[in-house]
């Protein structure tokens, strides 16, 4: 999609709501229409993120659209500036407390009452009520989730697969509750398969209602945790911008909220601080590091008349700043509304889920109750009859279909993490079926992200390590990266250098001071011009030679004279080229995306071996590119590392971001890359699609199985107890299909 620039109206007519009770893409539906029936209003609800915007809207009455949700059945919350949504770490919790009950109640439990209706000699008095007792806060406390949606949906006439699921946990109860109270023992068995079973054997069936809870809570569990880190990019950006800014006024610097700043206010920023919001420096000079928003590793040296970017940060000298756009208007803000708006196409694979069993549960309770008068009108009495339609219920309880996402996700997501892979959901895994581009980002994924120097290059006879001796003398103190990269490289070679005095920064230029009595110049040849130092032949030539494999020369002048220069450069990581050649024997195409000039950017492209080199592109439009790439037919996925590219991994079909990257990045992806060797990205890409085949695989069996059951239960030729065994082998079925990933190898050099 294309972004588009918000106008002010529009966004000071804008409502953001936190939205809760949502078990699936259906809730998000039905709030959406909701809403939209309100005047004047535009409202999109977000089911990955549980969040509504409500376009239209002035936040003074964001009450209306809470009580119009409130009224759906689902809670809302107005959703304030900086605020902090609590609500997903809630349910997290919430559904982890009640998987854990149900769990260690539902595996007793099944195991005793299985022994014990099969073998009538080990039962005790009252045995059954000790099993009804054990069961109740599986049925009722763990399993309220379910009841909560099905009763919700009930009330507006709907179904969904919670309706079925608590339909089947409350009607496996109800028979085991009855059959206790009328009693059972004395009535006749039923074929097991290898014999008749003992009498009383079809009297309980709480395994099947305990078994059905735990496992659906696993499934809940699991989404729930994922689309909380779906969600985490939006509060990550807000985190990047400051909270409070120096204003001057009236000559007076007052320290106020960032809210509080207008657009033509003056502010200051000081060294290392971060730039409160967008604007034109109206006074001083210094390096602003602005390596999270555009991925160029050297600061930009910026003076009166050049504009920054909020969020960036000030590395030098001291600034004054005059604020050219604030709050929802400013570059990050408009990065993290993109990621934001990306966000709503995710997780496919369960809205396919929840299309079918928007048709599927009224058909099985339409033939549930069938059932039952057909049993009844034929004569073959109410026991008969509601046992038919019982195991109608249990047979098609989509235990195996709910487990068949979660529990290869699972299996996936731990050999993964064996591998330096982090999959953070299904939308991960359906997004890797489908792509046919890799776009990669420069810094800090195919390069190391770190200015490293390289040959030292001597003019006369003073020799290389004297002249790096001096170069690290002059930049010891230094914070600019060509500095430091210089520094650390005469520590790595050992060599003693004198003490530097006078030192001072030159902005945009390099750094002087005085070594051993004589003046000593460490710079671009800007900086030798100025001091009056000729720039000799061989100098340019290697300056000349830097730039044509993408470094930069930093010249060194002593007493007047130019004595050598140092390379220093962004070194490409020894993976690359066989990562991206591996992704290309994949059928997959290769794109270099990045901020950086042209130059380097082709000259890297080359050296691992791309297919296309896009450079030179802003924050902003990094996302831009990859919609265009997407306009086109292609299926693209990200890789980056940088807030800059964060909209884009949101916007990418596949988002994938490397562990050095900014907390930013990693929220907006998808796949998160721990291992350094890049040989994970196709690792990863590899992985995905073979959970996904997975996926398919027990997604098939879970609805053909229950298509071909539920006629044998109608017909009475299943028992509810043999109903109960045989759900349990379909999800044994679909949990060993999925332990099957465990075996999957990494390719490639380690």
């Keep these: 999609m294309t972004q588009t620039q918000a106008t002010p109206s529009a966004l000071d007519q804008r409502v953001e709501l936190d939205i809760s009770g949502m078990t699936c893409a259906a809730c998000a539906s039905r709030i959406e229409k909701k809403l939209n029936k309100m005047d004047g209003v535009h409202a999109t609800v977000n089911y990955a993120t549980e969040r509504a915007v409500v376009l239209g809207l002035p936040p003074a009455r964001a009450e209306e659209a809470v009580t119009v949700v409130e009224k759906a059945g689902y809670g809302a919350s107005e959703v304030r500036e900086g605020e902090e949504a609590g609500g997903y770490t809630d349910r997290v919790k919430m559904l982890r407390n009640r998987l854990i009950v149900a769990a260690l109640l539902t595996v007793p439990l099944g195991d005793v009452a299985i022994v014990l209706a099969l073998a009538p000699q080990m039962r005790f008095p009252g045995w059954q009520w000790v099993l009804l007792v054990a069961a109740i806060p599986v049925v009722f406390w763990c399993a309220w989730p379910f009841h909560k949606a099905a009763w919700r949906n009930l009330r ?67 989404e729930a945790r994922s689309k909380r880190s779906a969600r985490g990019v939006l509060s990550a950006l807000s985190r990047l911008a400051p909270t409070s800014v120096r204003v001057i006024r009236d000559g007076v610097e007052e320290l106020i909220p960032i809210g509080e700043l207008a657009i033509g206010d003056r502010f200051s920023v000081r060294p290392g601080e971060r730039i409160a919001t967008d604007g034109t420096i109206a006074l001083g000079s210094s390096a602003i590091d602005t390596s999270m928003m555009t991925g160029e590793p050297v600061p930009r040296e910026v003076t009166e008349g050049d504009t920054v970017l909020g969020g960036t940060v000030n590395t030098t000298g001291a600034l004054i700043v005059t604020a050219d756009r604030v709050g929802a208007h400013t570059q990050l803000a408009q990065m993290a509304a993109t990621a934001e708006q990306a966000q709503a196409r995710k997780a496919a694979v369960q ?51 709910g487990l068949a ?24 895994l359906e997004a890797s079926g489908v792509i046919d581009t890799v776009v990669l980002d420069k810094t800090g994924t195919l390069t190391t992200g770190e200015m490293t120097a390289g040959e030292v290059i001597a003019f006369d006879d003073a020799g290389a390590e004297a002249v790096l001796a001096d170069a690290a003398a002059v930049e010891q103190q230094s ?32 750094a002087s001071g005085t070594v051993r009595g004589v003046p000593v110049l460490v710079g671009n040849a800007a900086l030798l011009d100025e001091a009056g130092v000729a720039v000799p032949e061989e100098a340019l030539a290697a300056v000349e030679a830097a730039s044509a494999v993408a470094a930069n020369a930093v010249l060194v002048a002593v007493a007047g004279r130019c ?16 990562a991206v050649a591996r992704l ?20 890297i492209g080359d050296r691992v071996g791309v297919d296309e080199v ?13 919609e265009r790439l997407q306009a086109e037919g292609r299926r693209v996925a990200m890789v980056g590392d940088g807030i800059n590219d964060a909209a884009a991994l949101a916007s990418a079909n596949l988002g994938l971001a490397v562990v050095s990257g900014t907390d930013v990045a990693l929220k907006s992806a998808d796949i998160i890359l721990v291992r350094q060797n890049l040989n994970v990205i196709p690792d990863a890409i590899a992985l995905a699609r073979r959970t996904l085949r997975t996926i398919k695989g027990n997604l098939v069996w879970a609805f053909g199985y229950n298509i071909a059951a539920i006629p044998l239960a109608a017909f009475g030729l299943l028992n509810p107890l043999i109903a109960g065994f045989a759900m349990s082998l379909s999800s044994v079925f679909v949990v060993s299909n999925s332990t099957r990933l465990r075996r999957f190898a990494p390719g490639g050099r380690r």
């Design 405 to 428: 996402t979660p529990t290869a996700l699972m299996v996936g997501v731990g050999r993964g993490g064996q591998l330096g892979i982090l999959i953070k959901g299904p939308d991960a």
């Design 156 to 222: 507006h006439g709907s179904t969904s697969m919670d309706t079925l699921v608590s339909l089947g946990i409350l009607a496996a109860f109800t028979w085991s509750l009855v059959s206790t109270i009328l009693g059972a023992e004395d009535h006749e068995g039923f074929w097991v398969g290898y014999g008749i079973a003992p009498s009383g054997a079809d009297s309980l069936y709480l395994e099947v209602a305990a078994a059905v809870t735990t496992f659906l809570l696993g499934g809940r569990y699991m």
């Design 479 to 510: 914070e600019h990266p060509l500095g430091r990269a210089v520094v650390v490289r005469a520590h790595a070679d050992g060599p003693t250098w004198p003490r530097a005095h006078d030192v001072t920064a030159v902005p945009g230029r390099g």
């Design 351 to 401: 809205t396919m889920v929840d299309r079918v069993v928007s048709w599927f549960v009224p058909t099985v309770l339409v033939i549930s109750v069938v059932t039952l008068t057909i049993w009844l009108l034929a004569g073959g009495g109410p026991r008969a009859a509601f046992s038919a339609a019982l195991s109608v219920l249990i047979i098609a309880c989509p235990c195996a279909l």
């Design 563 to 578: 004595v050598g220069a140092i390379t220093v450069a962004d070194e490409l990581k020894e993976s690359a080229p066989e």
């Design 614 to 626: 896009v450079a030179e592109v802003l924050p902003t439009d990094k996302a831009a590119v990859i």
């Design 584 to 603: 290309k024997d994949m059928g997959l195409r290769t794109v270099l995306l990045t901020g950086d000039r042209e130059v380097a950017a082709r000259l």
